[in-house]
């Protein structure tokens, strides 16, 4: 153990004698000598969350104006206290929501990595010169926020980092074609000065987004990672229970000469999808000649019609960037050659709104199991009921799991409102979604104490003794 | 298991028939029907990090301009690989520097939600309404980075949150007293328009932040959530193993009456600190009066004084904020009152750079244990060396790592540049500052396999059998 020496801050005492003197007596070590850090290692422990205390506040639920421009998602996400806007187009992220979208983070991580994706970081504020060299400063026209430091020099706030990863790399001369594939990614906020935000998540100014940009040594090596990277986000819907298509796109401002999309079939799309029932061919409508009605592949059969939320999108860019910026390698004769790029998006917070919207009811919400902001809720009976006096069987529980089940380490919150009914905080905890809702009432005073539990992803209502209910919840995926 | 419906991309066979066509089929169904997603939820597994592949680009080592405005941290950080210049005080993070940056977020989160902090996420655009409300438009001065959307309204990028958050609690009408205290934190990126930017991560423009806002009842409450954040940055840094002082601050634009700075004693910090040896009281030497030389508290002691670099600042604000929006709860007596709050903000990409600047050597980087990128680096021999045969025996030491210690998984790197010598590689590890470095040699070819383990923090070096080496390891705390 190191030694270290504090100083410590006993001012405190003359500025506000009674409370302060008392609140840095407890916790500072008040006399500068040197000491031993006994604690230096010690990890805290996390206290149960208990629905009194969680910022999901019921008020806003009701009291926030949805506006004309709205969704499912959106109502539902502000009702539950899951976000709060800000501004148009900005969102609070509210402490339920940024558990959820943390836990899709982790499910991207491993995605992105398991195909060789190594994460980084760049930074918002992009220097206007990068983007003049590949033109989209005029082209991007007023969908970019743009400013100026104190020096009067221009920036963007990137709302994609196309010029800035390709600049990293055309900055070091040494890149080997023994390195390549390279797939860099991030997961920033980006910005995006919409002319009408709306949808909630679905379609703001101010949003989370996965960006990963890949870099190899020939045509064919890129085409390659473009499918490895294709097959990672349809296995990454797929965990996430999600029913998703995968269609032909324009390229749009970002460019590059082949691009797919990925949505989820929902009503409120702003895409339309056409996908042949013969073949498989699906694209987006706005890649087809207006007026086509077959197929453009086997021209035989008629097109089936979806609307879409687009939640990642794919564009192999070829050499379009790595030119501009003079990104290259060291080939395998010795020779500097143009790196052969292609780069991947994925909408996080629009991944979370869209899957609320495509899984929820119209007044409950209903999450991919991963992705639940907590797996498990308790409920303990009610204050001054017969059952009452089981609810250190649920205080239990909570330890339990907690100790017993890695899975759920800090998945399980207690609805201690123990002041209202089951029946209400059962209403409560539907439509907050929880996975699995655990009611210690009557049946938890027998003599072989059995626990009603509610499985909402199906809807199934057992009643376990503990055991079975351990054995049920270790049997939960977590990420 | 649900059943889900996908259309494939089969246009892909159109495009480029070669190429594409394989990769379409290999990795997507082409047949329109309903079928089983098998691998709904198979996790995918990361493969074990190579040296070769890890994207540390070494030119960028010695290419980068450093400049005049330099220090240790930001040195190391540049030749190790860990930071790109991107625009001045704007850097990239690359994958190794971002590994540690994660670990610290958590280690954060861990303390933060130990003692009631609850994780949100605000927008980085701040209404310029706002800040007029609170009278920070003006005061913030060039500080501030400020932009106008395509409708011409005004906005910031927040330097900090107090007008965002307190504006968030006032829209809540139904707060209880029962709830409070209530802790908010987020960990963000922050945008400050710097004159002078320097010292890399130390003073940038764009960094990273955790700014935590507490609400409580009374002023005495108040002041014990004041404590009990400042014990929990203390006990934080503690588990960092860095030596860190608490002084007496000014509440500058934050505004308040009580402030405190943590600082970690480095010659390069820009803060100077005056701490009384006689009865513990330290503050920074701002806010004393111009040429006082006794300690104010004891009237007796000469001060010691210190250079430290400002890792934590604490601000109790009382209702300087939460009168200017109106943020109040309801009281015991069922009566509106006003919440009194604190502020509280750690400098997260900052706590990186410091923590290296004061644990490095001039040429090495040594980080806190629990941030190090990687524990363990393993070093196969030599390709074509008498010992070239145990490079099994490292193979399989990565695997046991891997499978047998839960505390490692994701931990390993494989140092697999064979064609360098065990000593060139030594070197760069030792340069990087991986805590644990393996080296497979001649002595794990003898009957009894013997590795040479050489534990960075302390420079200690000692041969170990296989068992011994995992149970040394076993003992590795991470996060």
Redesign the interface.
Known sequence: M?L?????????????PR??SR??R???H???QSFH?V?????????TPLV????Q????RE??EVGDMTCRSQRLMLQAGLI?L??PG??????AA??S?EKLVRLID??M????G??????????AELWKRSGRWELMG?EM???Q??HNID?C?GPTHEE?VTE?LA?????SY??LP?L?YQV??K?R?E?KPKFGLLRG??FYMKDMYSFDYS??AA??T???V???Y??LL??L????????ADTGNIGGT?S?EFHLPAEVGEDRLL???N?????NVETLEAGQTDC??CHTAPFTESKGIEVGHTFYLGTKYSQVFNATFTNAQNKLAMSVMGCFGLGVTRILAASLEVLSSEDSIRWPGLLAPYQVCILPPKKGSKASEAVHLAEDLVQNIGNILPNLKGEVVMDDRTQLTIGKRMKDANRLGYPYVVVVGQKAMEENPVFEVVCQQSGETVFLSRDALLDLLSNV?TV
């Not at 270290?4 to 801050?9: A, E, K, R, S, V």
């Not at 604690?39 to 206290?47: D, T």
């Not at 900055?171 to 890149?175: D, H, W």
């Not at 073949?279 to 694209?283: H, L, N, P, Y």
């Open positions: 190191e270290l020496m504090h100083f410590c801050q006993c001012k405190l005492r003359t500025v506000l409370t302060l609140v840095g407890r916790n500072h008040c006399t500068p850090s604690h230096a290692s010690s990890k805290p422990v996390a206290p009194s205390r969680l910022f506040p019921s008020n806003l009291g926030q709060h800000s501004n900005c969102f609070y992220y509210l402490p940024l558990r979208m491993e995605e990595q398991a195909i060789g190594q994460k980084v970081d760049m930074p918002a504020l992009c220097a007023k926020f743009r400013l430091d104190r920036y706030l800035a990293l900055s070091q001369s040494t890149l023994k390195q390279l860099l920033t906020r910005f000065d002319q100014r101010e045509e064919e085409l390659h473009y499918q490895s294709c097959h990672a349809g296995r797929d965990r229970g999600l029913r998703w298509v995968q269609v032909q082949l797919h996908m042949c029932e073949c498989g061919f699906s694209a453009p592949q995926e």
